[in-house]
């Protein structure tokens, strides 16, 4: 079964960072392409970032290029997502997934919450 359990969400002022982490177990981590998402209150769920597996081919979304960076540590199976330069919008509940030709499979964590205000 897919397990995946995010963390490392909290309080941070515009300008500053975040690095959220997203443990993965129950499938062949290195094997499959990992997104993640966000959901801002009110809003409906989007794609931020994406990493694929043999090429590490990664897409961002328009809104977080060149400030956010997704990578991939196969031996830990885990993957995460570098914020920086975060502003009030990116405030949302993150959430990581795995994605089989463009759709995310699995069921979703609970997610991590990014609050971003001063």
């Known amino acids: 079964q897919v397990r995946l359990v995010e963390s490392g969400g909290g309080l941070v002022q515009p300008g500053g960072s975040l690095r959220l982490s997203c443990a993965a177990s129950?499938?062949?981590?290195?094997?499959?392409?990992l997104s993640w998402y966000r959901q801002a209150p009110g809003k409906e769920r989007e794609l931020v970032a994406t990493?694929?597996?043999?090429?590490?081919?990664?897409e961002y979304a328009d809104s977080v290029k060149g400030r956010f960076t997704i990578s991939r540590d196969n031996a830990k199976k885990t993957v995460y997502l570098q914020m920086n330069s975060l502003k009030p919008e990116d405030t949302a509940v993150y959430y990581c997934n795995v994605v089989l030709l463009g759709v995310p499979v699995g069921s979703w964590g609970q997610g991590t919450r990014v609050t971003v205000s001063s």
């Open positions: 990493i694929r597996t043999a090429d590490g081919n990664i």
């Open positions: 129950g499938f062949t981590f290195s094997s499959h392409t």
